[in-house]
Nanobody
Framework: QVQLVESGGGLVQAGGSLRLSCAAS????????MGWYRQAPGKQRELVAT???????NYSDAVKGRFTISGDNTKKTVSLQMDSLEPDDTAVYYC??????????WGQGTQVTVSS
């Protein structure tokens, strides 16, 4: 069983920055992509950014140009640098790693709160 452990959430003022990090409990499993999702109160979980094993990145329109995803497929770590944060970015952020079989692994979630 693989566990994903997240860190780096917190409270920040609008315009500020935070960096989220996620590490898998073991590196010896094959994944095809890593990413970050978020869920705000009363809303569905939504994609924030993903990165494939080959390094191709994808961002939601809401965060494009403000957030940067990076990952290490060997170490099974993924980070999300969040700049120019806005109150609408307030949510619980979840780390995701997709196994080559299609199985998704999720972190426990970390709260990000952006005050206006």
């Amino acid at each position: 069983q693989v566990q994903l452990v997240e860190s780096g959430g917190g409270l920040v003022q609008a315009g500020g920055s935070l960096r989220l990090s996620c590490a898998a409990s073991r590196s010896t499993f094959s994944i095809i992509a890593m990413g970050w999702y978020r869920q705000a109160p009363g809303k569905q979980r939504e994609l924030v950014a993903t990165i494939t094993g080959g390094g191709t990145t994808n961002y939601s329109d809401a965060v494009k140009g403000r957030f940067t995803i990076s990952g290490d497929n060997t170490k099974k770590t993924v980070s999300l640098q969040m700049d120019s944060l806005e109150p609408d970015d307030t949510a619980v952020y979840y780390c995701n790693m997709r196994h080559w079989t299609g199985t998704d692994y999720w972190g426990q979630g970390t709260q990000v709160t952006v005050s206006s």
